[in-house]
């Protein structure tokens, strides 16, 4: 099978993006992995001449200041991201892939969904279960809660929201080469609740999620208590595949510390393969040259691979 094409945006214009990609692109190992369709303002970066530029409303964008989040660099990746997204709705790209990208200038430029995973739902019509999934070398992470107040976390969980990222999170598993994944899912509370001491949501919202994945085929375990379910993914012999946790930072936390410049998110659960680095834009260095592109390369490597897949299924 011939490689996969991705399309590539270079995020956001005043961050370190562009220098991200520059720099993962002067690296030839990418050639191995994809064609790319890339994204962004022509003659900002130098790539390789075989490197295909997209025309889209934003090739001739003038230039954006360092550091800055405004509307303008926002509607440029708002309508960046909308072509990304056309290309491989078009049959022309296979998956996606983009630099960081700023939430506040996304929203000073139009962006009205919490975040760009509601975004490119509603801007697929898609209507099904998605979230954003947190990849760590060959650990996984999803959430059930995601970009809330964390005060209304514990009234957003549900037994089918539990059952649902699990099945999210194994599903992109299955689809990045894991045949049987195994998932660990946290607790809410102190301690796993306590026997209800400290809460009750373990035992009369989680754990029903838990075996309601089982059911469907699923296989995870817990809840465990939060504090101890990425001791058990990574150093338990067997370990796991994946870890659900109930909100944000409960897994982003142990994520960025286990490798902050490596992570990268996935928007799980789409009709498409879309990544990126889990880090943000670092406006405090961005124009100085000394952005780290691990992230940008491994976000890239995990869009072809599962690229790849998804057109082995579609195939099939």
């Not at 995020?11 to 690296?27: C, H, R, W």
């Not at 909308?82 to 049959?91: I, S």
């Not at 405090?284 to 491994?298: C, K, R, T, V």
Request: with cysteine.
């Amino acid at each position: 099978m011939s490689l996969p094409t991705l399309a590539l945006f270079t995020g956001d214009p005043a961050g370190i993006g562009p220098e991200l990609v520059e720099k993962m692109l002067q690296n030839a190992t990418w050639r191995q992995q994809a064609r790319v369709i890339l994204i962004g303002q022509k003659d900002t970066i130098s790539v390789p001449q075989d490197v295909r530029w997209h025309d889209w409303s934003g090739y001739r964008a003038p230039t954006f200041e360092c550091g800055q989040a405004t509307a303008l660099n926002g509607r440029y990746m708002v309508e960046a991201l909308a072509a990304g997204v056309d290309l491989v709705m078009a049959g022309q790209a296979d998956a996606f892939c983009f630099a960081p990208l700023n939430k506040s200038a996304l929203r000073q430029g139009g962006m009205t969904q919490e975040d760009e995973l509601r975004w490119f739902a509603e801007h697929m019509h898609y209507r099904g279960v998605c979230g954003e999934l947190n990849v760590l070398k060959n650990l996984w992470t999803a959430r059930v809660t995601s970009h809330v107040p964390l005060k209304e976390v514990s009234s957003l969980l549900t037994p089918d929201k539990v059952a649902d990222a699990i099945r999210m999170i194994s599903q992109a598993l299955q689809a990045s080469g894991v045949t049987r994944p195994r998932i660990a899912v946290c607790g809410l509370n102190p301690h796993n609740g306590d026997n209800g001491n400290y809460g009750d949501e373990e035992a009369r919202i989680i754990a029903p999620g838990v075996q309601q994945a089982a059911d469907m085929g699923f296989a995870a375990d817990g809840p465990f208590p939060a504090d101890t379910a990425f001791v058990r993914a990574v150093r338990v012999p067997g370990g796991y595949d994946g870890v659900v946790t109930m909100y944000h930072d409960q897994g982003q936390i142990a994520m960025k510390l286990m490798g902050f410049e490596q992570g990268v998110t996935v928007h799980g659960g789409l009709p498409c393969p879309i990544t990126t680095p889990a880090h943000g834009t670092a406006y405090d260095i961005a124009g100085q040259g000394a952005a780290n592109p691990q992230a940008m390369a491994n976000a890239f490597e995990l869009a072809a691979r599962m690229a790849t897949a998804h057109r082995q299924i579609a195939t099939a």
